[in-house]
């Protein structure tokens, strides 16, 4: 059997070297190398008389070497291309680097190098394994919420979302003075009635319902508004078809305008000096401009006024110290305005929701 494997290797080795010769001014013949090889190592592993701990990590190794060989085959190509006598060295260290695992179980064996990190990773597939099963109620309760997610959320609705993407920009401000000088002067007429007020909002669009299936939360959007009559709510949005992705006006027709809508608004004790702070925050995002942070998923933001809402809200309430929790701006989600509010520092106002398609205003 061992014969047999051996003879396997070098028709492969032999095949692979020729190929990538033949083909070699083409980086895709190096990559198609390397996978073919990483499925062989993949084969010969499966089979291979050791445990299973073994087996998982050479796959690891077979696995980063070639992600690597593949990441250099790129560069090397893509900046080199062009330069004759480099390129002729690299085709030769390429095809040398496509050859190395087939003798890395040898290096690691002979050099003792496998003996170190076996101890290691003997000790991360242990806590691995009883992680998972500490943990396999929480990991149950992810699945069910995908299958759930999948049962509720329609192909409608990711269509209007995969139309919607284009507009988005996760790395370059394409929101620009969306905020008139008739908002600002609003919004300063408001700096000594003592509060700042914020609207949870659940809007039953397509993205807020998507977000909901996931995050398992009804209301998913979250605003500021300086006056009590909701007449200066804003919030990073996705700009409603009339203005771009980022920090936009809202107003409360807009939030519920679908059937089974419902916006919550609270507020919050500030000073002359805490609002002002905020307002001029957002006179200078305004005109630096802004973005919807797609990205947030990630929780990455690329430029500090690329936002989505609950990061817009909370960074307001911070910088005037406000804040009334403490959290990762990245994981704050419009629910926590209300759910991490342990110190009661909101003040409840009203509900408003729509209960048929003909606006009906519902107000507690």
Not at 318 to 344: C, H, Q, S, W
């Amino acid at each position: 059997m061992k014969n047999i494997r051996f003879y396997l290797r070098v028709i492969l080795m032999l095949g692979v070297t020729v190929s990538v010769l033949y083909w070699s001014n083409n980086y895709m013949a190096f990559n198609m190398a390397c996978i073919i090889c990483l499925v062989f190592f993949l084969v010969n592993n499966a089979l291979s008389q050791v445990t299973r701990k073994e087996k998982v990590l050479y796959l690891i190794i077979y696995t980063i070497i070639m992600a690597f060989q593949i990441i250099a085959n790129n560069f090397i190509f893509y900046f080199f291309a062009n330069d004759e006598k480099f390129f002729l060295i690299y085709r030769i260290i390429g095809i040398a680097l496509i050859l190395t695992p087939f003798f890395i179980k040898r290096i690691l064996v002979k050099t003792g190098l496998v003996f170190l990190i076996y101890p290691y990773f003997n000790r991360f597939y242990s806590f691995t394994y009883s992680q998972i099963m500490k943990d396999r109620d929480i990991i149950t309760g992810k699945i069910e919420l995908v299958k759930r997610a999948g049962t509720t959320i329609t192909r409608e609705q990711i269509n209007e979302i995969i139309q919607d993407i284009p507009k988005h920009n996760a790395f370059s401000y394409i929101n620009n003075k969306s905020l008139s000088e008739e908002y600002f002067k609003k919004a300063y007429s408001t700096v000594d009635n003592g509060y700042i007020y914020i609207v949870i909002s659940r809007t039953k669009s397509s993205a807020s319902e998507i977000i909901g299936a996931f995050t398992n939360k009804l209301y998913n959007h979250v605003s500021l508004s300086f006056d009590e009559k909701l007449e200066t709510i804003i919030s990073y949005n996705g700009g409603g078809g009339v203005y771009s992705p980022g920090l936009n006006p809202e107003e409360l027709e807009q939030l519920i305008e679908n059937e089974g809508a419902s916006i919550i608004v609270y507020k919050l004790k500030a000073d002359s000096i805490q609002k002002r702070t905020i307002i001029e925050k957002v006179k200078e995002i305004n005109e630096v401009g802004s973005s919807y942070n797609i990205a947030g998923v990630f929780q990455y933001s690329h430029k500090p006024n690329i936002m989505f809402c609950s990061q817009f809200v909370y960074l307001m309430l911070e910088i005037a110290g406000l804040n009334y929790f403490n959290k990762n701006i990245m994981k704050v989600k419009p629910t926590d305005f209300i759910e991490l509010d342990y110190y009661r520092k909101l003040e409840y106002i009203n509900k408003i929701e729509i209960k048929k398609e003909v606006v009906e205003y519902k107000r507690d």
